[in-house]
């Protein structure tokens, strides 16, 4: 039987590691660490997403600059609040909901962010300097899967990895990262033929596809380990992208969803958030 990997534990001890690490911060610089969430609309998924990032992070100490836009407003109202809090010394992170109301040009407001407060790492000059491998603030979902495996103790060296999906926000940055960790890397999307053919072959299956139930028993070899990233909202509550019953009985491991990997992206947002305040200083 499949061995559950626990996200929501091995996030709650990110968040503690964060919440001592923001209190050493605070008593040696003198000062604080501060994430600016800015939501702009209703969309209701986002507004629930943002009050538990906002929690969370007052819960680690962070302050909590929250900005709030109607959804009519334009892209010089966003981007003029964006470049107040990129002037802002007590902003560490600025994190822009995603996604923004239709008549807004979402790549255009997240460039605005400088790469020193990017702490949901989906800036073009974030993107660069992960495919660079140099220092700087990484996607947070993808973050937090490479920190599940850690916790799991899985070295990553000369596995086989398979990426399903190629998004800016979670597919292809999680590539680079599994890439820079010495997996051997496959990336997939929507026009790969014959998936299940090419995600039998992994020893790790990350599915990131936004498909409810699109990975089955079919999809993955005995003993592989699954990692849903995927969630979308049934009449049976909070589902993945992997079909966890039919799933489950052949993998090692497998995340499950709720309690995989939504808790350690919001650990990681709180982690980036230190991360960018000590950038800074
Ligand atoms: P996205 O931007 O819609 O990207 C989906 C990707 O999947 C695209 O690259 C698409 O390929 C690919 N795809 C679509 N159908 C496919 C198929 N049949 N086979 C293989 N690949 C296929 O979605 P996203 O933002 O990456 O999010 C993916 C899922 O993760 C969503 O359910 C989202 O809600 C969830 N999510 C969860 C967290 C979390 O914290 N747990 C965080 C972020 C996102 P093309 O590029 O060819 O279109």
Redo the contacts with the bound molecule.
Sequence with gaps: MAQIIDGKAAAGRIRDLVKDDVDKFRSVTHRTVGLATVLVGDDPASEVYVTSKRRLSRQAGIEDHHRRLSADAGQDEVAAVIDELAEDDAVSGILLQLPLPKHLDSKALIDRIPWQKDVDGLTTTSAGLLARNAPGLRP??PL?ILALLRAEGIDLSGVSAVV????????KPLAQLLLQQNATVTV?????RD?ATVTRTADIVIA????PH?IGAEHVKAGAIVID????RSANGLI??VDFEAVSPITSRITP?PG???P???AELLRNTIQAAKIQT
């Design positions: 947070c979902t937090g399903v999906g190629r998004s800016e926000l979670v597919g997939t999307h929507s026009r790969t998936l990131a596809a936004g498909i699109l990233v995927g969630i979308h993945g992208d969803v995989g990997v939504g350690m992206t919001i």
